[in-house]
């Protein structure tokens, strides 16, 4: 879960290049529960939203700047949960339930 108290989200907003200056905020609580209504509804045609699309790029700045969890790999290359799955599907007889 990501919080971020309603006084910093306004600042943070009115602050940002992007705020319109001809806008003031009159009721924080109710613009902030706009802000998450659409952060959270506003979809695009592939289901993602802007959330989504926050957490992917920061993701990739991540892994662009060498941060530590994550390591380069082939593509053809089991991942970890590959091996698990597969150890998992060998201890259960007859593999997994229907």
């Known amino acids: 879960m990501?919080?971020?108290?309603?006084?910093?989200l306004m600042h943070a907003l009115q602050e940002g290049p992007a705020w319109p200056e001809e806008f003031r905020v009159t009721d924080p609580m109710a613009f902030?529960?706009?802000i998450?209504?659409?952060?959270?509804?506003d979809e695009e045609e592939d289901g993602t939203t802007a959330i989504h699309r926050a957490l992917d790029e920061a993701a990739i700045h991540a892994i662009e700047n060498a941060c530590d969890g994550v390591e380069?790999?082939?593509?053809?290359?089991?991942t970890d949960e590959d091996r698990q799955r597969e150890l998992d599907e060998a201890d259960?007889?007859?593999?997994?339930?229907?």
Request: proline share 17%.
């Open 36 to 41: 998450a209504f659409h952060l959270q509804n």
């Open 72 to 78: 380069d790999v082939e593509p053809d290359e089991p």
């Open 2 to 8: 990501i919080r971020i108290g309603i006084p910093l």
């Open 92 to 98: 259960m007889p007859g593999g997994f339930p229907d």
């Open 32 to 34: 902030a529960k706009a």
